[in-house]
Nanobody, 126 residues
Framework: QVQLVESGGGSVQAGGSLTLSCVASDYTYDPCVGWFRQPPGKGREGIASIYTTSPRSVYDDSVKGRFTISLDKAKKTVYLQMNSLKPEDTAMYYC????????????????????WGQGTQVTVSS
């Protein structure tokens, strides 16, 4: 059982930045970690993923160039640096972990992630 805890959400003006953190109890058997978000009234969407044993990052086009996913192995923490935030980035943000393979680790395969955090709210005002 992997426990994930997100933090770092908050309210920011458009153009601002936030860094989200996802601390895991253990990534050993679930090395694929993704960040997802669910805007108000909409479904959950994947935005970024990283394979923690041999870092390879994948981004959704909606955040490419603005968001960066990174890993601190010693702290068992995956970060999501979010720059140039837009009002449409307003959502509940979740991290998730799964055991999928290196090449299968993607934010676009939501159903393959086994463990999910409780989420952290990001609100971007115009």
């Amino acid at each position: 059982q992997v426990q994930l805890v997100e933090s770092g959400g908050g309210s920011v003006q458009a153009g601002g930045s936030l860094t989200l953190s996802c601390v895991a109890s253990d990534y050993t058997y679930d090395p694929c970690v993704g960040w997802f978000r669910q805007p108000p009234g909409k479904g959950r969407e994947g935005i970024a993923s990283i394979y923690t044993t041999s870092p390879r990052s994948v981004y959704d086009d909606s955040v490419k160039g603005r968001f960066t996913i990174s890993l601190d192995k010693a702290k068992k923490t995956v970060y999501l640096q979010m720059n140039s935030l837009k009002p449409e980035d307003t959502a509940m943000y979740y991290c998730a972990a799964g055991s999928q393979s290196y090449w299968a680790c993607s934010p676009h395969t939501t159903s393959t992630y086994t463990y999910w955090g409780q989420g952290t709210q990001v609100t971007v005002s115009s």
